[in-house]
């Protein structure tokens, strides 16, 4: 007898479609709002806040061809250039990001555990957000780089300034999601003798979902950020900050490559959001008002 053909359920696809079409529609907008300023800016030759010209603000369809030109003369195209530009700082990124992740993660289960060390650390926490990236990504590559295996050689150092980037987010929401869970929900349990232990992994942990993807979300795109200002001070020319540097040296003559550059590293940090939206949508089964 022949297996029946299970469709997707309709309340999944529609709204999936429906989120879809409509960032389609705001990218549209967008597009058509930079065109509109630009055309307007030209009439009017506008110099505040800045000048409105072809070097200051280029077509979108300029910037989209660029990507389709080739990079230098024969060379190879410009997309093929940014794409394994992109390819070795997604890789930076997504180490930083997975450690930065857990390293988060664990520090908010130590925290949940002592008001004490809350009170005591978090103050360290929020402050070591304070002290900007540019100051402390040179630091980090001379202190991290030579005690790195050969593998992790220049590239590794710039993962860990991502993950310094992504930590602080998750430790503060998954703090939060982790004193989220239902006072009845704890007396139920305590009431059979449950451990801290289970308590933590059966509903804390659970609870701190909807919160911990949450930071989740907002760190990906951030590691991506850091990847690429981390790259700057390890002299690494293969990632996307070398591609930076070098269309800028020529953004006078061709601003349409900086700014493909630019797409292409704004959709590598959309890409990683999607990413984690994704596995939230896979493991998130309840909404945060049914959880916390």
């Keep these: 007898m022949a297996r029946p053909v299970v469709e997707p359920r309709r309340e999944t696809v529609v709204p999936a479609l429906k989120s879809a079409g409509f960032s389609l529609l ?134 860990v300034i991502a993950a310094y980037i992504t930590f602080f987010p998750v430790t503060i929401n998954t703090l939060r999601g982790l004193q989220s869970a239902d006072p009845r929900a704890l007396e139920l349990m305590r009431s059979y003798a449950g451990n801290r232990w289970m308590i933590l992994w059966k509903l804390r942990i659970p609870a701190s979902f909807p919160f911990l993807f949450t930071a989740l979300k907002i760190a990906a795109p951030a590691a991506v950020v850091g990847a690429i200002i981390g790259e700057l001070p390890s002299s690494i020319q293969d990632g996307l900050a070398g591609a930076i540097l070098n269309f800028n040296q020529y953004y006078i003559t061709s601003p349409e490559s900086l700014w493909a550059t630019n797409i292409i590293a704004a959709a590598l940090g959309i890409l990683f959001f999607l990413v984690v939206a994704l596995a939230e949508r896979l493991l998130v089964r309840r909404a945060p008002e049914h959880v916390a």
């Design 26 to 159: 705001v990218l549209l907008a967008v597009c058509a709002a930079w065109e509109a300023y630009k055309w307007f800016g030209e009439r009017v030759e506008l110099t505040w806040p800045f000048p409105v010209n072809e070097r200051t603000m280029p077509h979108v369809y300029d910037m989209v061809a660029q990507l389709f030109e080739p990079s230098r003369r024969n060379g190879p195209l410009l997309i093929d250039v940014l794409l394994d530009a992109a390819a070795f700082t997604a890789k930076e990124a997504a180490a930083g990001f997975l450690l930065g992740a857990a390293i988060g993660f664990a520090i908010a289960v130590v925290l949940s555990e002592s008001k004490l060390l809350q009170r005591g650390f978090l103050p360290y926490i929020v402050a070591s957000q304070t002290i900007p990236i540019l100051a402390i990504a040179p630091m980090v590559v001379v202190w991290v780089s030579p005690k790195l295996p050969e593998s992790l050689a220049g590239w590794g150092a710039v993962s």
